[in-house]
T-cell receptor, first 116, second 111 residues
Framework: DVKVTQSSRYLVKRTGEKVFLECVQD?????MFWYRQDPGLGLRLIYF???????EKGDIPEGYSVSREKKERFSLILESASTNQTSMYLC???????????????FGPGTRLTVL | EDKVVQSPLSLVVHEGDTVTLNCSYE??????LLWYKQEKKAPTFLFML????IEKKSGRLSSILDKKELFSILNITATQTGDSAIYLC???????????FGDGTTLTVKP
């Protein structure tokens, strides 16, 4: 079974702090994604990466950056956390998109971040 | 702008009822449509649809895609309390695998 793990289930930070959210997958997937989920807004894509050191902005990248130095690890960075970044953050991975059946994303358990 | 719209946003039914959840989309580059179920934690995969008119079925759940009218439905028959969850529809919009998600339908099944 694919396993996607996230470094923390719950995190409380103060405004202005730098925050690192880590995601690790163990199935050698090429694609990795970071979403945030807010009530009534569904899942919104922040960034995704289709290869090591490659990244693309999603729909709401402002205030975030990412790092993918190794294939299995994708980090989300909040350079200076703000209260409007309080949310549930979900990481996901999927296979090489060149494979026709590869579109399924496997999600981690989520990190509920509160910024005070 | 790519858009995925799910309806209804929430639904309350009783055990044994049949429900139909809707997902319509307007995207520039359709590759596939996926349904996920989200209980308390992470979304889990239900179905992936790429071709019109071919029903996918898993137990009491089934789904079909209409690429001409740009929508999909997810049917659940003989609902059980364990079906209570948020059901998410996602459309994969690029060959890089990027997806756009709908807002989800929250289904509550009462005993």
């Amino acid at each position: 079974d694919v396993k996607v793990t996230q470094s923390s289930r719950y995190l409380v930070k103060r405004t202005g702090e730098k925050v690192f959210l880590e995601c690790v997958q163990d199935m050698d997937h090429e694609n990795m994604f970071w979403y945030r989920q807010d009530p009534g807004l569904g899942l919104r894509l922040i960034y995704f990466s289709y290869d090591v050191k490659m990244k693309e902005k999603g729909d709401i990248p402002e205030g975030y950056s990412v790092s993918r130095e190794k294939k299995e690890r994708f980090s989300l960075i909040l350079e200076s956390a703000s209260t409007n970044q309080t949310s549930m953050y979900l990481c996901a991975s999927s296979l090489n998109p060149l494979l026709a059946y590869a579109d399924t994303q496997y999600f981690g358990p989520g990190t509920r971040l509160t910024v005070l | 702008e790519d858009k995925v719209v799910q309806s209804p946003l929430s639904l309350v039914v009783h055990e044994g009822d049949t429900v139909t959840l809707n997902c319509s989309y307007e995207v520039t580059n359709f590759r596939s449509l996926l349904w996920y179920k989200q209980e308390k934690k992470a979304p889990t995969f239900l179905f992936m649809l790429t071709s019109s008119g071919i029903e996918k079925k898993s137990g009491r759940l089934s789904s079909i895609l209409d690429k001409k009218e740009l929508f999909s439905i997810l049917n659940i028959t003989a609902t059980q309390t364990g079906d209570s969850a948020i059901y998410l529809c996602a459309v994969v919009i690029t060959n890089a695998g990027k997806s756009t998600f709908g807002d989800g339908t929250t289904l509550t099944v009462k005993p």
